[in-house]
């Protein structure tokens, strides 16, 4: 899987390229929009790891253009300003995420899977914490290996908790995710699902834990 | 000396004055005028009564001169009308002819005096006023005298003198008054562009550097004051404007280098090194980051007009921090109101407050227990811990910045609680801190509601 990653720092350029190969993709660094707008229109690439200062002109400029193209290529801000007028520009210009600088390399390459796994851009290999793996292809979740039978609000509620590792899903996300937006859903109907299969995955000795936030959401975590 | 507040009463007063004082003038000239002229008419009539008669004087054969008044004139100069009067006089000054009961001149009569004179005598309680022509008859030179009495003067003329106040002196006052009236107005026109001008300027502020005040219509008088006010403000935004890119430049000076340090260490062949590193350098960017919040707040100004959700901005910070919580074996819950509440403030700085307290709590908390985020409907968000509490001496020193309670302790900069005191100053909230029974904290941030 080819990634395009655009950063005017040579050493930060090398070192991210570097990273990502060791993760098993297939890297190209380029230091200027105006390249990085031609490589564009000829090359496919997975995904769009970009810096916003760039040596001639600023990377939202050519996010734009990107998204003017109708180009609908994952793209991964890196921002070393952080500063919240950076945040709301880079977003609505159609960044999908962003990472401000410093980060962790470990970080860039869970958010970035996190997008290539997003419905659309295939990723096909199956998410996993500790014992437990979910493969995104047949929605097929497994202990041990050991495929396990599921229901199907279960088994979404898993997929969802599985895509967003490491991050609070919230209760309306929940919500959208097993009913859509229409509907009338019963107030305490997500937390029933919830219960229901936290209480499946310890029965089959899942290492995992599904924690409820109270108010805020869930989060699913290797066990302690 | 009288200061005045406005250019519309400085208008007025002076103006006031002058009117009266132009009132007080105008109806003198007009007055001196008046009399002037009808003194001319008096003058002229009682010439021409002299001169007529003298054609009524003529010179017997013995040399001796007669008067023969015709009827009409004998009656205007009788005794029992008064109110004409004549004589004529001969060059020993001696009275020839008289109207006067007394055969008496009616003004002395002086050898050297020109052919017309106009004079004025007081005879008894009343003054006569005339002229006196000097004429040659049969070679003797009489000086012929005609006079009014002005106690008997004519109704009409004594008429016009006494009502001029009444019928004309009064129209310059009003005259005068519609003249004020149209000043004020023009004046009230000419300053129109300069209160459209300090309408714009309301709106200056540091939220809105980019207006300037319009120079088209305003007064040519005025325009320099407005120019040097938009120049001003020029250099203003300017300043503001290189005080925010120093922040972003000094951000990203500094942020690329330890991402690079980052990148490096995570891709180091000996993992535990890179571990321990890892964390020196985490903490590194945990300061800079918020060096650079402190700078970036110290420029920064709240747009009056922006508003939050208090209750989806504390959820966004929960879910934010629920994860570091949980791996220190630690929880985090949101409780309180449900529906959105609207407070003023921009998302990001109160976001940035509440996830510092945040952070601050889940430090402290003992590890087992929850910290909890409590939103109140009237716009406060508290932060609740089970740590140890603030004691009474430190709750000021708290809030200052690079203050620890414990410095050998890692993961805290000290500057997390004087960030929230900023944001909190920036939006006019206020800061409580309590103690919780039987251990623990509450700081509650109250900002400024908005009614939906």
Do not use: C
């Not at chain 1, 979404?156 to 859903?185: N, P, T, Y």
Request: charged share 25%; no cysteine.
């Amino acid at each position: 899987m080819r990634l395009l990653v655009v950063e005017d720092n040579e050493e930060l350029a090398e070192l991210l390229a570097k990273g990502l190969r060791t993760a098993g993709y297939q890297v190209d660094v380029l230091s200027t929009v105006e390249e990085a707008t031609s490589v564009l229109l000829t090359t496919f690439y997975a995904a769009l790891i970009l810096d916003l200062g760039l040596p001639d002109g600023d990377g939202l400029a050519l996010l734009r253009e990107i998204r003017h193209r109708n180009n609908p290529i994952p793209v991964l801000v890196l921002t070393a300003r952080g500063g919240l007028h950076d945040r709301v520009h880079g977003l609505r210009s159609g960044a999908d995420d962003y990472l401000v600088k410093p980060f962790a390399l470990e970080e860039l390459i869970a958010r970035l899977e996190a997008q290539l796994r997003r419905p659309g851009h295939l990723l096909g290999s199956a998410l996993r914490i500790a014992n437990l793996e979910f493969d995104t292809r047949n929605r097929q979740a497994s202990i041990d290996d050991q495929p396990q039978l599921l229901s199907a609000r279960e088994t979404a509620v898993l997929e969802l908790l599985m895509r967003s590792k490491g991050r609070v899903v919230s209760k309306k996300q929940v919500e959208d995710h097993i009913f859509g937006h229409s509907g009338e859903v019963a107030s305490n109907a997500i937390e029933v699902y919830v219960h229901r299969l936290r209480k499946q995955l310890s029965e089959r000795g899942a290492k995992v834990q599904v924690h409820t936030i109270r108010g805020v959401g869930y989060l699913i975590a290797e066990e302690k | 000396m009288i200061r005045f507040q406005s250019i519309i009463s400085r208008i007025v007063i002076l103006h006031v004055v002058a009117v009266v004082i132009a009132s007080i003038f105008m109806s003198l000239a007009l007055s001196w005028l008046l009399s002037y002229a009808t003194n001319n008419i008096h003058n002229e009539a009682m010439q021409e009564q002299a001169v007529t008669v003298g054609q009524h004087l003529s010179a017997r054969p013995d040399g001796r001169l007669e008067l023969n008044l015709p009827l009409d004139l004998l009656g205007l100069y009788s005794q029992a009308y008064g109110r004409y009067l004549y004589a004529v006089i001969d060059d020993q000054g001696r009275v020839l002819f008289s109207s006067l009961a007394d055969h008496a001149a009616l003004f002395p009569v002086d050898a050297r005096s020109s052919d017309v004179e106009f004079l004025q005598q007081r005879r008894g309680d009343a003054t006569v006023s005339g002229a006196s022509i000097k004429k040659t008859v049969g070679g003797q030179t009489v000086w012929i005298q005609t006079g009014e009495n002005l106690a008997n003067r004519d109704v009409l003329i004594d008429d016009i003198v006494a009502d001029f106040y009444k019928n004309v002196g009064w129209i310059t006052l009003p005259i005068l008054l519609v003249l004020l009236i149209a000043d004020i107005a023009i004046f009230r026109r000419a300053l129109r562009p300069l209160w459209q001008a300090s309408e714009i300027a309301r709106d200056i502020g540091p939220t809105r550097t980019d207006l300037r005040l319009p120079t088209e219509e305003i007064p040519r008088e005025v325009r320099p004051l407005v120019s040097a006010i938009n120049l001003a403000l020029d250099r203003l935004e300017e300043g503001f404007r290189i005080q925010r890119d120093f922040t972003a430049d000094a951000a990203h000076e500094l942020r690329t280098p330890l991402s690079i340090l980052r990148t490096r260490l995570d891709t180091l062949e000996d993992k535990q090194i890179g571990q321990a590193l890892r964390k020196d350098v985490d903490g590194m960017a945990h300061i800079i980051s918020q060096l650079l919040d402190i700078a970036e707040l110290d420029s920064f100004v709240v747009d009056p007009d922006e508003k939050a959700d208090l209750r989806s901005v504390t959820a966004e910070v929960a879910e934010f921090v629920a994860p570091l919580a949980l791996t220190q074996g630690k929880d985090v819950a949101l409780l309180g109101e449900t529906e959105p509440v609207w407070v003023k403030g921009n998302p990001e700085m109160l976001s940035r407050a509440i996830r510092n307290l945040a952070e601050n709590a889940i430090n402290h908390t003992a590890p087992g227990t929850t910290v909890e985020f409590f939103i109140d409907e009237n716009g406060t968000v508290s932060v609740l811990d089970r740590g140890p509490g603030v004691a009474e001496h430190e709750r000021n020193l708290i809030f200052q910045r690079f203050w620890r309670r414990d410095r050998r302790k890692a993961g805290s900069t000290g500057l997390g609680l004087s960030i929230v005191q900023r944001i909190a100053e920036l939006h006019s909230a206020t800061i409580t801190l309590e103690n919780r029974r039987p251990a623990g904290a509450r700081f509650s941030l109250k900002f400024i509601p908005l009614r939906p």
